[in-house]
Nanobody
Framework: QVQLVESGGGLVQPGGSLRLSCAAS????????MSWYRQAPGKERELVAT????????NYADSMKGRFTISRDNAKNTIYLQMNSLKPEDTAVYYC?????????????WGQGTQVTVSS
């Protein structure tokens, strides 16, 4: 029943902007840390941004700081990634992730991803 559905990807020119969304269902969204990851062809998946369950704290990979903003709306069970000043190097499949756990039990959910292509 757990489902994460990304949307908002597409083709954009360098310097442009996109806003990704991830709609969650089937679990207690407000109890989970949410993150965006991305993976380019031939490269390993990398963390883009993370937001705590309350939304009070966020973290970004260095290459995304100042350009990307992660946010969440717990009332809508949705997280967002606002991407500005996009570069060709940002081209990748972007994935939504939900995580919660302890030393005794962990949960880790993934969406199917949405393609972002930055090109002239």
């Amino acid at each position: 029943q757990v489902q994460l559905v990304e949307s908002g990807g597409g083709l954009v020119q360098p310097g442009g902007s996109l806003r990704l969304s991830c709609a969650a269902s089937g679990f207690t969204f407000s109890s989970y840390v949410m993150s965006w990851y991305r993976q380019a062809p031939g490269k390993e998946r990398e963390l883009v941004a993370t937001i705590t369950s309350t939304g009070r704290s966020t973290n970004y990979a260095d290459s995304m700081k100042g350009r990307f903003t992660i946010s969440r709306d717990n009332a809508k069970n949705t997280i967002y990634l606002q991407m500005n000043s996009l570069k060709p190097e940002d081209t990748a499949v972007y994935y939504c992730n939900a995580a919660r756990g302890s030393m005794w039990k962990k949960y880790d959910y993934w969406g199917q991803g949405t393609q972002v292509t930055v090109s002239s």
